[in-house]
């Protein structure tokens, strides 16, 4: 079975710093990118969802080379830290707007809704504004539109997206998340601040710093790993 | 409470245009209600509010249904060669005096005009310019820039994971239109119609030249020859609060119908390209829609820049008067630009705290200066003030208060989006953290407001550049300003030297707009 | 510190200065003698200053000028001070205009000796004194019309694709001129041929000026004007393309008086400026500056302004019935032509 993400030699300059990627992440995982601020952990999902275009390297989805193709057409979801609704819309049709946008006025996209929206928590909200909801519950909406869309874009990139969320309730986030991986088939890429979080839901985990992936291990044991001077320095910042 | 005393304020400067010229003529021996009796059996006065509303109204709907389009087309071309200048380009004709800005269309599309000249040579004829088609046009060449300017900046506040997330979930240019532009436009849309529909019912020159008779006239032409020609303050001021009272209503029906504010970002991401932009499709359609709007604006404005060329240049620029106008109208601008910006500035931070729709009705109040007449404020002033008014400083001073208060709901358009976006990101922590006053300014909103604070800065410059009107009663001789040289250019057959004063005049204005958005408008972080 | 950073800590200070500089009192030793005009009157190139300089040669007087807008609106501002008016004298009513500025009783009578007064109609008013005068004309292109009007019945009946440009009566001199001109010569009819006329009328400007610079563009072959139009062509532009129409029925005339006020402290003064502006050397000033015709027959006058043609005869409305009837004729107007 092919991985869900290879990423080789993904070159990529911001300003000053240069930045280069190694990654694999096989169907299924849920793997969490930690690191300083300005690691490059945003900047590796930009580069996965096409938002970024690298100066060289190969960035294969689900065993096809994305390199070259809009954002529109990788088999990925994105949920931002803010800004994943349209406001003036209601919760159904921010959350249809996940399908095909061809198709959102059609029968089968309203049952989609509806459903993803029950899975989310939000039973009965398709026609609530999206402006009325609490912070938590628009990062829930968000969470039902990249559902909609797991049949076609099984990659979730989770940008801090629970960041504004107090602890309990980030936690019971996570475990949705975690419940919807395994029964939609998910696979999870998390960029946090929060090693907690990382130890909470991700089995593997990731520590990015000065624009590289330094170490990836199972979550445990990378956080418990005392040879690495930056990865020490960051969590005893926490 | 700054926001308060900035209402009071305002209200109090626009009570004093209108009350004591309708106390002069309660003083007369015609009184109140024969008055109105007459105004509201007069045929001819209904003819007129039809024609005043209906033509504004049209006008409007042509000035700013061509600029969605054009603002589409620059919020999608962020890079082009050009593009900054026709920014610039597109402030020009506001800052045009109504008479230099006919000029230049007849200079276009006149009998003897340029395309009258392609239409003639093809065999064709011209069809006249005079008439309610004149009156539109040159009420589309004057606003539909400026409402294209104004629709691009709110379309410039999506933020960028809008951008990105329209990019992921493949949106085509007609859901792009659907989901963002659209709602985003129709938001700002009613504000800029307003303030259109306003500047198109006071339109007094423009009317009359191009109007082609008196059918097409304003209210603006009663209440001079009510004010000036009958000297009848009552009814002068009960056709101004007849204007006003029309207004009003206008823009409650206005606010009434604009969807409420949603903070839309907080700040533009880094990635912000819109998905609609590398297509064929939309590249062509902008291209059009870019060169177009270039062209309906800039051939006018490059017969004023011919014309001007042609004009005796030294005679003009030798010449003391010039420059002597030059410092007049830059003192003026020294003047008015504070003042509008602290009544601005004012009006939207003093009222950030406040429940929306107190807000709105505070920043509305920002709109009354158009709604009434320069004419009546101007000469209810001169009542008030007369016992100065032969101090030129007091002439000066009356000047500068009536131009700063017709540019406020300029500089209110150009910055209430941005503050309160701004308001919304750090109300907050500004609150927490004790911060205000002075402070608050200096530290958080001057650095975060820069930009519209330039744009806010750059429209009154440009404005009090321009013809205001209504300061005629004020008699400052020796402190004429641009506009004032001009027109007496143009009272005594020195049309060539009015036409190089109008090049003169242009450049300016254009200097000006681009010195204070480039210079006190850069943003150290771009 | 940045550029823009200068530029807004400088706001106040140049606030200041200017506040300071326009604040200082005038020291002023002589008497001052303040006249309220029209804003081309005192403009550079027209009468004023060479007046103002040949006053105070004599008077060991300051001369000031207020100017404002217009006419209308010099009477307008006079009427709004009462008085406490600043003004001593005031120049540039026109006739129309001297019945409801008498009626104010703000003006004095001028005492000026008025037999040197060589007007083309009769004038005796003892408070208004005549120091211009001309008569309104349409003004055609040569170029684009060989064939002009030779009366005002012509130009009522003529092609209307041949169109004038005319001012609104409500907002502009020339345009009430106009109006009085068509009532003198059709009277009762006047309406009619307003409405016969209104397909030549290209359009209705707010001022002369607007109109003006429209017929110079080649809008229009034919403007309303003044008789003394083609002299400024000719004189300081050197071209004959620009010519006066003159009508078999007459002229209408403009004459620009100007008053002493009532109460003024200057009284002495305002009577001996009254009486200078009548003298030849006054009278010669104004051709080439206001571009109308001296008062005076013995004024010195360019030759092009003797080579001017002459209406024959003056149709002059007397000021009290123009007074009581411009609201209705103006009605009259409107209702023929906007319907």
Avoid at chain 2, 73 to 83: I, K, S, V
Avoid at chain 2, 210 to 239: I, K, N, Q, S
Avoid at chain 3, 245 to 251: D, K, R, V
């Amino acid at each position: 079975m092919t991985a869900a993400l290879e990423v080789q030699d993904l070159r990529f300059t911001f300003e000053t710093m240069a930045m280069r990627f190694d990654l694999t992440v096989a169907r299924g995982d849920f793997l969490a990118l930690i690191g300083p601020s300005g690691a490059g952990k945003s900047t590796l999902l930009n580069l996965i969802a096409g938002f970024e275009t690298p100066q060289s390297g190969s960035i294969r989805l689900l065993g096809q080379d994305v390199s070259n193709l809009p954002p529109a057409r990788r088999p990925v979801t994105t949920v931002f830290q803010d800004h994943n609704l349209f406001d003036h819309l209601d919760c159904g049709t921010n959350v249809r707007l996940g399908l095909l946008p061809a198709s959102i006025k059609n029968r089968a996209a309203h049952t989609a809704a509806i459903e993803a929206l029950e899975q989310v928590g939000l039973a009965g909200f398709e026609t609530r504004p999206a402006r009325d909801l609490s912070g938590g519950q628009r990062q829930r909406v968000a969470i039902a539109r990249a559902l909609v869309r797991a049949r076609i874009c099984p990659l979730l990139l989770l940008d801090e997206p629970f960041a504004a969320l107090g602890p309990a309730q980030r936690r019971e986030m996570l475990d949705l998340i975690d419940g919807l991986r395994h029964r939609y088939g998910l696979t999870v890429l998390l960029v946090s601040h929060h090693p907690d979080e990382a130890r909470h839901a991700a089995q593997r985990c990731a520590f990015l710093d000065a624009g590289q992936i330094v170490a990836l291990d199972e979550t445990a044991t990378l956080l418990a790993r005392t040879d690495l001077p930056g990865l020490t320095a960051y969590l005893g910042d926490v | 409470m700054p926001a308060l005393a900035c209402a009071l304020i305002l209200l109090a400067a626009l009570g004093a245009g209108i009350g004591p010229v309708l106390a002069l003529g309660m003083g007369s021996e015609r009184g109140v209600g024969a008055s109105l009796s007459a105004l509201w059996g007069d045929a001819y006065l209904r003819q007129v509010i039809l024609f005043t509303l209906g033509q504004a109204a049209l006008s409007t709907l042509l000035a700013v249904v061509g600029a969605v389009p054009v603002a589409r087309a620059l919020a999608r071309r962020q890079a082009f060669l050009g593009r900054g200048l026709l920014l610039h380009l597109l402030a020009v004709p506001l800052l045009l005096p109504a008479l230099v800005g006919v000029l230049a269309l007849v200079t276009l599309y006149g009998q003897k005009g340029w395309i009258a000249g392609i239409v003639r040579a093809l065999g064709g004829e011209m069809p006249p310019l005079y008439g309610l088609g004149g009156i539109l046009l040159a009420h589309t060449f004057f606003n539909l820039p400026l409402a294209a300017r104004l629709l691009l900046r709110a379309l410039e506040t999506v933020p960028g994971e809008s951008w990105r997330l329209s990019a992921q979930l493949g949106f085509s240019p007609g859901h792009v239109w659907r989901f963002i532009d659209r709602p985003v436009i129709l938001r700002a849309l009613p504000a800029i119609a307003a303030l259109v529909f306003l500047l198109c019912a006071g339109s007094f020159t423009i009317v009359l030249a191009l109007g082609g008779g008196p059918g097409a006239t304003t209210l603006e032409v009663a209440l001079y020859e009510a004010l000036r020609l009958d000297f009848d303050p009552t009814r002068a001021a009960l056709l101004a609060l007849l204007q006003t009272g029309l207004c009003l209503t206008i823009g409650a029906l206005v606010l009434r119908f604009t969807p409420p504010t949603v903070p839309l970002s907080l700040g533009p991401g880094r990635w912000a390209t819109r998905p609609d932009v590398a297509l064929l499709r939309t590249r062509l359609t902008d291209g059009a829609t870019i060169l177009l709007a270039a062209l309906f604006v800039g051939l006018p404005i490059v017969g004023i820049i011919v014309a001007g060329l042609r004009g005796p240049m030294a005679r003009v620029l030798l010449d003391p008067d010039l420059w002597v106008a030059l410092a007049n109208s830059l003192k003026l601008i020294g003047f008015t630009t504070p003042l509008t910006l602290l009544l601005a500035g004012g009006l939207l931070l003093g009222a950030r705290r406040l429940p929306e729709r107190a807000r709105q009705r505070l920043a509305g109040l920002g709109i009354l200066p158009l709604a009434l007449p320069p004419i009546v404020i101007g000469t209810g002033w001169f009542i008030l003030f007369r016992p100065l008014v032969l101090a030129p400083w007091v002439a000066i001073a009356l000047t500068a208060a009536l131009t700063a208060l017709m540019a406020l709901p300029y500089a209110l358009r150009a910055l209430a989006p941005a503050v309160i976006e701004a308001a919304a990101r750090h109300d907050r922590l500004c609150r927490a953290l004790g911060v205000t006053g002075w402070q608050r300014f200096r530290l958080i909103d001057f650095p975060s407001l820069r930009r519209p604070l330039a744009t806010a800065t750059a429209l009154t410059a440009a404005l009090s550049l321009g013809d205001l009107g209504a300061v005629a009663l004020f008699g400052a001789t020796e402190t004429a300003a641009l506009p004032a040289l001009l027109f007496s250019r143009m009272g005594s057959y020195r049309f060539d030297e009015a036409a190089v004063i109008a090049l003169f005049f242009l450049l300016v204005g254009l200097g000006l707009f681009w010195g204070i958005e480039k210079g006190f408008g850069y943003d150290r972080r771009a | 510190m940045t550029k823009s950073n200068l530029s807004f800590r400088l706001f106040p200070v140049l606030l200041g200065l200017a506040l300071i500089g326009t604040a200082l009192p005038a020291v002023a030793q002589k008497p001052e003698l303040t006249v309220y005009t029209y804003s081309g009157f005192a403009a550079k190139w027209g009468p004023g200053p060479a007046l103002k300089a040949g006053f105070e040669e004599t008077c060991g007087c300051t001369l000031s000028y207020v100017a404002v807008d217009d006419g209308v609106a010099l009477l307008t501002r006079v009427r709004l001070e009462g008085a406490s008016t600043k003004a001593d004298v005031v120049v540039g009513l026109d006739q129309n205009l001297t019945v409801e500025a008498a009626a104010t009783g703000l003006f004095a009578p001028h005492g000026v000796e008025t037999k040197s007064l060589a007007l083309p109609v009769a004038w005796s008013d003892a408070t208004f004194l005549p120091f211009d005068h001309g008569a309104f004309a349409v003004i055609y292109d040569t170029k684009a019309l060989p064939q002009p009007p030779k009366s005002l019945k012509e130009l009522v009946e003529g092609d209307p694709k041949q169109k004038i440009i005319l001012q609104d009566p409500r907002t502009s001199t020339p345009g009430l001129g106009m109006l009085l001109w068509v009532k003198a010569v059709y009277g009762d009819q006047a309406p009619a041929a307003w409405a016969k006329l209104r397909g030549r009328i290209l359009t209705t400007t707010k001022s002369w000026g607007d109109a003006y610079s429209l017929f110079t563009k080649g809008e229009a072959p034919m403007v309303l004007s003044y008789t003394t139009s083609p002299a400024y062509h000719l004189i300081e532009e050197k071209s004959d393309r620009y010519a006066a129409a003159l009508f078999s029925e007459g002229h209408y005339p403009q004459i620009e008086v100007a008053a002493a006020v009532n109460g003024s402290k200057q009284a002495e003064l305002a009577q001996r400026f009254l009486a200078f502006l009548i003298t030849d050397k006054a009278q010669s000033i104004i051709p080439t500056t206001n571009w109308m015709f001296p008062v005076t027959a013995t004024a010195m006058q360019p030759e092009e302004f003797k080579t001017l043609p002459k209406p024959s005869k003056m149709l002059l409305l007397p000021g009290d019935q123009v007074a009581q009837n411009r609201k209705a004729w103006t009605d009259e107007w409107l209702k023929a032509l906007a319907q």
